[in-house]
């Protein structure tokens, strides 16, 4: 460190007699061994998409300048990774509650809901409880894996609640953690109907329907049974302008 301190106190006027070509190589020289090209061939196996901000850097340093190819990667790695928090995956099925023939509609997003997905998401549970939900099937929405929400979000929800209070369909929020509950509690109020372990669906009385109430466990009656049963089911959606449920990798 002092070496270098001292050479660039009183060297420097000296060094623009260096050629070009030599402190090209005396660089080189110093990063040849940072350069981990024996990852490329792994991630190509594995994943390719990750292959594209190296490569854009790598092309933009070569052909511009060094500063410029940097930036480069780095947006198209945020690009990324605000394409996947608007896209979230989301599971949805036609569930049958063991030992009962009461039907609900299982809807499970894979991560949090913030604000760039929320349109996407209450879109796509709009569409699904338009097609499979109705007054005597109930929305469960597992709540296992959000772990975070935002006011933004909740906002989304309370008015996607409206949607299906006008429709006369119940919707019900499996295991929430305490810090998403409070954000959707404060937001939706009473349109908000958390449930812990156990699904109590109640029909609405102006169709003369009892109440029902079965056992669900923690998790969204993944564990009920070692085959659950279920009548309809729909993989992974990643698109709401799709027809019908796609599969998201």
């Known amino acids: 460190g002092t070496l270098v301190i001292l050479c660039l106190a009183f060297l420097i006027p000296f060094c623009a007699f260096i050629p070009k070509a030599t402190l090209a190589a005396v660089i080189i020289t110093a990063v040849i061994f940072s350069v981990e090209y024996e990852v490329v061939m792994p991630m190509w196996r594995s994943k390719r998409m990750d292959l594209l901000p190296a490569f854009l850097c790598f092309l933009v340093c070569i052909l511009y300048e060094l500063e410029f190819g940097i930036l480069a990667g780095v947006a198209i790695q945020i690009v990324f990774i605000l394409y996947h928090t608007a896209r979230p995956g989301i599971q949805v099925q036609i ?15 894979d991560q949090g809901i913030v604000f760039p997905s929320v349109s996407y998401v209450r879109n796509l549970i709009n569409k699904a409880g338009m097609r499979q939900a109705s007054e005597r099937v109930p929305v469960v929405i597992d709540c296992s894996k959000i772990n975070t929400t935002d006011f933004t979000a909740a906002k989304g929800f309370k008015a996607m609640l409206a949607d299906f209070k006008n429709r006369n369909t119940e919707v019900y929020w499996l295991d929430p953690s305490p810090n998403v509950a409070h954000t959707l509690k404060a937001i939706a109020q009473g349109q908000f109907k958390p449930i812990y372990g156990e699904l109590e669906l109640l029909e609405s009385g102006t169709n003369g329907v009892s109440t029902v109430q079965q056992a669900l466990p923690a998790g969204g009656g993944a564990g009920a049974s070692s085959q659950p049963a279920s009548l309809t089911t729909a993989p992974l959606l990643n698109n709401p302008a799709e027809g019908s449920n796609g599969a998201k990798a």
Do not use: S
């Open 95 to 109: 569930k049958q509650m063991p030992g009962c023939a009461q039907e609900y509609l299982y809807i499970a997003p």
